[in-house]
């Protein structure tokens, strides 16, 4: 499938792929809220529409940020797996945390304040080492 760019350049054709409203939400619920099946989206906090949801799982998938399986125990349910393209985009969700966390908390003072957020704080580069190495751990298909 050829795919349309905007311009050459690679901060606009990075944003038209992550982007959006919902892709980089996906990528951050399947690396640290150990999302993977359509089901557990839908049922996540966030309320993505299923026809959104769908649109940008297909999409992540043409640009192989992740990859589409079977779960082993349900050959019926998919199940969605962040490949080493997918799990580059790490760094730039923990980015987001940091901004948002000092930028937004005058907004919204809701705004998550828990355990990961210290950790981030304290050391972002092992946060990331973390969650990329459980993701990989508890994650990793035979086909990669």
Not at 97 to 126: C, P, T, V
Request: aromatic letters at 8%; one cysteine or more.
């Amino acid at each position: 499938m050829e795919h349309k760019f905007r311009c050459n350049c690679p901060i606009t054709s990075a944003i038209d792929i992550i982007g959006d409203k919902w892709s980089l939400v996906i990528i951050k619920q399947m690396l640290t809220e150990e999302k993977k099946t359509f089901k557990d989206f839908i049922e996540s906090e966030e309320a993505i529409a299923t026809n959104i949801l769908s649109s940008r799982l297909k999409m992540l998938e043409e640009f192989k940020i992740l990859i589409k399986g079977k779960l082993p125990e349900n050959k019926k349910t998919n199940i969605y797996t962040l490949t080493e393209k997918g799990l580059a985009l790490a760094p730039l969700i923990v980015e987001l945390s940091i901004w948002s966390d000092n930028h937004l908390r005058e907004f919204h003072s809701d705004l998550y304040a828990g355990e990961q957020l210290d950790m981030i704080r304290s050391n972002k580069e092992k946060f990331i080492e973390v969650i990329v190495e459980n993701y990989k751990k508890n994650n990793w298909l035979e086909h990669r």
